[in-house]
């Protein structure tokens, strides 16, 4: 297949072992390229940042889209209630309530409480020598995290990613009937759940705490928020919170074990653990394509285009942009400057940018001091999906020093 005729709704069959690839490509080939639905793909730095900043043309509301997409559904609800698909001003009114909770100031304040959580996984690892590394880490520090950032019991977390993997999965470009009734099954148990943690909080006000995200939006209830407002914002931050910091850990260790200077250079040098973050985040975003769509006609490249084109905006493309990153295809954890785009830009730049960097922090800190050597014991299953680069299992065998 030429690139030329690249479609997102239908990718070659061997996509998602070669992502990167077919991305780079047609960020060589066709920068700007129509998909076959009329939508654009974008996959230069330049044009994404264009898009991220220009949010008075550039739009997150996807009722048009999701319209189509979901029909009358609970997942419709959902996706088009949570903030990061509105526009000011319910954007900025939405934002502004849980906005405190993720200063640098308050995140910090959860280093005791991560380490914590990551010794316990450490002993638990240094007892077992072999495991899956998904379920047993990477899945369970960022919703033990997220629980408790949002006040929701950890025990719960099964739950949780049950619920996440059927909301989010339901945003991939295609969608089956199935994955469509598993989604909006999954928003209806998700709100009843929430409902039940809420009706609990109000009736035992000495369990809210302040700075506590479900207090907040409690508080903010019937004044800024609606009860909608406030059951959607919930669930959108626990799966939201934690599919993208689950991935982030799988892939930096991944890359970190198929990278072995890095992982030798990491362990002799914490000092580089701040930039070596965000060289895993660059090398493979989480979330791998963002979207918007156009409120009145404008200029794309040299390209004009009308009022409601869409654009999907290829993260892991930009990320590797050599007008923008040097040798961008070489995993160099002592990469800086490194502005890659993982985290979105302009005002829907991800509000848990310092808790996701203080949890890889931490869980990387932990894991290389640990472990002498970790080492794959058979190759990562990376899940077919787009839009989250998702790696299912990764079993591996660690070995102290
Ligand atoms: C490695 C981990 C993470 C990655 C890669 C990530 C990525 C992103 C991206 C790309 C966006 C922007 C979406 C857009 O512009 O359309 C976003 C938004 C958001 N993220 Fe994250 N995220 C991560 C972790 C978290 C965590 C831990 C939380 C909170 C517990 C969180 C909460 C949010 C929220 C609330 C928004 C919406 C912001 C808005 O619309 O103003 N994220 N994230």
Redesign the pocket.
């Known amino acids: 297949m030429g690139i030329e005729s690249f479609d997102l709704f239908n990718p070659p069959s061997d996509f998602i072992d070669n992502v990167y690839t077919y991305y780079n490509l047609l960020r060589e080939k066709s920068p700007i390229h129509k998909n076959s639905d009329g939508s654009y793909i974008l996959t230069s730095y330049k044009d994404l940042v264009g898009v991220y900043r220009n949010f008075k043309i550039w739009s997150?509301d996807k009722k048009t889209e999701f319209g189509a997409k979901f029909g009358a559904s609970p997942l419709f609800e959902h996706h088009t209630t949570s903030?990061?698909f509105a526009d000011p001003p319910d954007?900025t009114r939405i934002?502004k309530i849980f906005q405190q909770s993720f200063t640098p100031k308050s995140i910090l304040g959860l280093e005791k409480d991560i380490n914590k959580l990551v010794d316990s996984y450490l002993v638990m690892m240094h007892e077992k020598k072999k495991f899956d590394f998904v379920s047993d880490f990477s899945f369970r520090l960022?919703v033990d995290v997220?629980c408790s950032?949002l006040g929701i019991p950890s025990e719960d977390r099964h739950l949780i990613r049950d619920w996440a993997h059927k909301i989010l999965g339901a945003l991939e470009p295609k969608l089956t009937p199935k994955q469509l009734d598993e989604g909006s099954y999954a928003v209806v148990n998700f709100k009843q759940y929430l409902k039940d943690q809420i009706k609990f909080r109000k009736t035992h006000k000495d369990v809210n705490k302040a700075n506590e995200i479900l207090s907040l939006l409690i508080e903010a209830e019937g004044l800024e928020l609606s009860e909608t407002e406030l059951l959607h914002q919930c669930i959108?931050?626990l799966n939201?919170?934690h599919e993208?910091?689950t991935n982030?850990l799988s892939h930096g260790l991944n890359e970190l074990i198929n990278n072995r200077d890095q992982y030798s250079l990491l362990q002799k040098e914490h000092r580089r653990i701040d930039t070596a973050v965000d060289e895993i985040?660059r090398f493979q975003?989480?979330?791998q394509i963002?979207n918007r769509r156009c409120l009145e006609k404008t200029i794309l490249g040299d390209i004009i285009v009308p009022e409601g084109t869409s654009v999907h905006m290829i993260?892991a493309a930009a990320n590797r942009d050599p007008s923008q990153f040097f040798e961008p295809e070489i995993f160099n954890i002592s990469r800086s400057p490194n502005r890659h785009l993982?985290?979105?830009l302009g005002?829907?730049?991800?509000?848990?940018i310092n808790?996701?960097r203080l949890e890889a922090k931490v869980a990387f800190q932990g894991l290389l001091s640990s472990f002498k050597e970790i080492n794959l014991l058979k190759k990562p299953n990376i899940a077919n999906r787009i839009r989250f680069r998702e790696i299912k299992e990764m079993q591996v065998e660690v070995s102290s020093f």
């Open positions: 997150s903030v990061v954007h934002r960022p997220v950032v959108f931050m939201a919170g993208t910091s982030m985040l975003p989480p979330i963002n993260i993982s985290f979105g005002i829907h730049i991800c509000a848990g808790l996701a």
